[in-house]
């Protein structure tokens, strides 16, 4: 009897041994089970927490049993990749509870003042025990400062990149395309500071008889300070896109260099650096630390963005949030849920304009 | 075309990208920047380059304005030094190991210990709460989710990235101080033993509160970098370890992560800078105290951005120096921080172009 003869009891190949054998459904939901109920007698048998230990505790128990379970039935490694598939999305249920309770609350708590006054009034004569009161004031203040805020970063913003893309060439455009990024993580309260020492400490009292003075101005300074390095970063990623013939075509035909930027490569590139602006006006709306140091807030409308104090609507939101009336957190609340939806619908629609991008990646 | 719902430009706030077209000229075609040479195989006939020209003064504009980013930089660093030295002349404590703020005293005596301890300290807890988390989110993206769900839930994200700060300060301070105090109030019925849960109350705005608010408005950043650099693997690593017989956690873990390892560093890196640097969440959700206690869940708690936001109100000229001081070290903290994870992605993006 040769060996090719013999039968090995257990290698014949039938449709049970081929497949390696998976989990029944019925089996997880039963040890989800009995981890939950394991770990609510725990819990409540010794009394040691609420519900909300039962399912921590149960979840826990439910993957060290499936771990188990699964080991025996399906081997070792595939109840480690069931393991930390269970806990990935486990995590991500986790990351969304807490974003979706500021959402909810964001709505819930802001809409108690979300009427016509909020937006028409200031808190100008608001006292302690006046349930008026709006952000009419900072509504102004966030649109201007955001306003001369873009004004300056944009063509600031804009030449950079192309610096970086057309003409940057060797050590120094790398060293500048370096220090954008870096400077993408400069805290905005650093921004403040350097806005306050250098423009309301030491250039605005030239024009204030000697006393230095908070303004609107200074906090779009600040502002612009935040949205340089956004709006290279992402005018160069846009400008790097523009294919290389359409350049090469407008050389052909003899057209100079910074004729052919203007009017060739920026056209081309524009809806992906508007994408790129309104995501960093989007974000420095946003900024509160800034505007605290340098425009200071003010109770009153204030038009002039040179003369004196002016509010924000996230400074706004910050201030009645430390204000002792009762009243405060609601108008805390409401500018919270204008603030957001402002910046929301700048993002949403940034994004919007993305899609429609013709430059494809 | 069109279409593209995974990318840096489009995702967080446009910024903080990593992308791999750095190192490349402008699309493929080479511009003809250079107009020192002369013109080869006897170009007579073409024009001279005038001496002054429109684009001379457009180059020359353009570099300036590439140029202003550094000159920002320095100036920043220049202008606080300047505000800082007086403050620091008058200082009559010793500004790295002084526990106390009172730079508005007639004898002024301030010190960074606690504050920078206090930040470094939320900064650790946000960190580590956030990074599994952000990390277990981007693979669930990249390689778990299906595309259906992939798309919406990382551009929610995204969204989430641009929210405000002073929103999840006022959440935290208003919603999530409730969950925290029981919490903590349970951690020290059953865990007082351990130090950082120890302490007799009240709880509730701790350095934990403020640490975990912190997590939450970090891990939209480090999710959407992560998610990028994992879904840049290499197709072909990720089928080669699947056609070896490897479960999908074994492929995640012999190709996606080995290969992402630099980029989640830079992520993680970035994120510590964003919580290092971040001002109002914490100034409105800790309760100001000036000591070093590793304390986890008692009130109390400071960082130097918080304590920027929260004293600027009554500083007088030194006590206005003396938090330039501080922000000046939170300034070189962040810096240091930034570069070397801009140092990392660099280097990664050189290694695989060199590899490629």
């Not at chain 1, 910074?258 to 060739?264: A, G, P, Y």
């Not at chain 1, 409308?301 to 040179?306: H, S």
């Not at chain 2, 560093?265 to 640097?277: D, E």
């Amino acid at each position: 009897m040769s060996l090719l003869d013999r039968e090995v009891p257990g290698v014949v190949m039938t449709p049970d041994n081929i497949r390696s054998r998976t989990l029944p459904v019925a089996v997880n939901l039963a040890i989800a089970a009995g981890a939950f109920a394991v770990a609510a007698a725990v819990v409540f048998g010794l009394a040691i927490g609420n519900w909300v230990l039962v399912v921590v505790l149960g979840a826990a128990f439910y993957l060290v049993g499936l771990n188990v379970v699964a080991g025996r039935i399906e081997g070792r490694r595939a109840a480690r990749d069931r393991a930390m598939k269970s806990l990935i999305y486990a995590a991500c249920v986790l990351a969304i509870l807490p974003l979706a309770s500021v959402v909810w609350t964001l709505v819930s708590k802001g809409i108690g003042r979300l009427d016509a006054d909020f937006f028409n009034t200031s808190m100008n004569n608001i006292g302690a025990r006046d349930p008026e009161g709006g952000a009419y004031h900072a509504i102004i203040g966030t649109l201007e400062q955001v306003g001369i805020a873009t004004l300056m970063s944009v063509p600031l913003g804009v030449l950079g990149a192309i610096y970086l893309v057309e003409y940057g060439r060797g050590k120094f455009a790398t060293t500048v395309r370096f220090f954008v990024d870096v400077m993408t993580g400069i805290p905005s309260i650093v921004a403040g500071l350097f806005i306050l020492s250098f423009w309301v400490l030491i250039v605005s009292p030239w024009f204030n008889n000697g006393q230095p003075r908070f303004s609107g101005f200074a906090a779009a300074l600040a502002l612009a300070v935040l949205m340089l390095p956004t709006i290279v970063r992402s005018t160069e990623e846009m400008l790097r896109l523009v294919p290389g013939p359409l350049r090469e075509g407008a050389y052909a035909l003899g057209v100079p260099q910074w004729k052919t930027i203007l009017s060739v490569v920026l056209p081309t590139a524009l809806p992906g650096i508007v994408t790129g602006i309104m995501l960093a006006v989007a974000r420095a709306a946003g900024e509160t630390a800034p505007v605290l140091l340098v425009a200071g807030g003010a109770a009153a409308i204030n038009f002039d963005p040179f003369g004196g104090n002016q509010q924000s609507l996230s400074l706004f939101v910050y201030q009645q949030a430390g204000d002792a009336s009762r009243y405060a957190p609601d108008r805390a609340w409401t500018a919270a849920l204008t603030l957001v939806a402002l910046v929301l619908i700048l993002t949403v629609a940034a994004k919007l304009l993305a899609r429609r991008n013709k430059l494809s990646r | 075309m069109g279409d593209y719902p995974s990318r840096s430009v489009n995702s967080t706030a446009g910024d903080l990208s990593v992308t791999p077209r750095h190192a490349q000229g402008a699309g493929y075609g080479g511009s003809p920047s250079n107009f020192d040479e002369p013109p080869r195989g006897g170009g007579g006939a073409l024009p001279k380059k005038a001496r002054f020209s429109i684009e001379a003064g457009f180059r020359g504009l353009s570099t300036a304005s590439g140029a202003m980013v550094l000159v920002i930089i320095v100036a920043i660093a220049v202008f606080l030094i300047s505000k800082a030295v007086p403050a620091l002349q008058a200082n009559t404590g010793n500004f790295l190991t002084q526990f106390e703020w009172a730079p508005n005293d007639t004898q002024p005596s301030f010190g960074i210990a606690a504050l920078a301890f206090g930040t470094v300290l939320s900064s650790i807890i946000a960190l580590v709460v956030a990074v599994p988390i952000a990390l277990s989110i981007a693979l669930f993206l990249s390689h778990y989710a299906p595309k259906r769900l992939a798309t919406p839930l990382g551009f929610v994200i995204d969204l989430l990235a641009a929210v405000p700060s002073v929103v999840f300060g006022l959440w935290g301070r208003d919603v999530f101080q409730e969950p925290v105090r029981d919490f903590s109030i349970w951690l020290n019925k059953y865990f007082s033993w351990i130090p950082l849960f120890g302490g007799d109350g009240p709880f509730g705005q701790s350095i934990m509160l403020g640490g975990l608010v912190l997590a939450i408005m970090v891990l939209p950043i480090v999710t959407s970098l992560s998610r990028e650099v994992f879904q840049q693997t290499p197709g072909m690593n990720e089928e080669a370890a699947l056609a070896l017989g490897a479960t999908r956690w074994e492929m995640v873990r012999t190709a996606v992560l080995p290969y992402g390892k630099p980029g989640v560093i830079a992520a993680v890196m970035l994120g510590l800078g964003r919580a290092l640097g971040e001002t109002i969440a914490l100034a409105l959700t800790l309760s100001v105290a000036f000591d070093i206690s590793f304390n986890l869940i008692e009130n109390g708690g400071n960082s130097v951005a918080a304590n920027i936001a929260n004293s600027f109100a009554e500083a007088n000229d030194t006590g206005r120096g003396a938090l330039i001081a501080s922000g000046l070290v939170l300034f070189a903290i962040t810096l240091v921080v930034n570069m070397t994870a801009r140092a990392i992605i660099y280097r990664r993006r050189e290694f695989r172009d060199a590899a490629a």
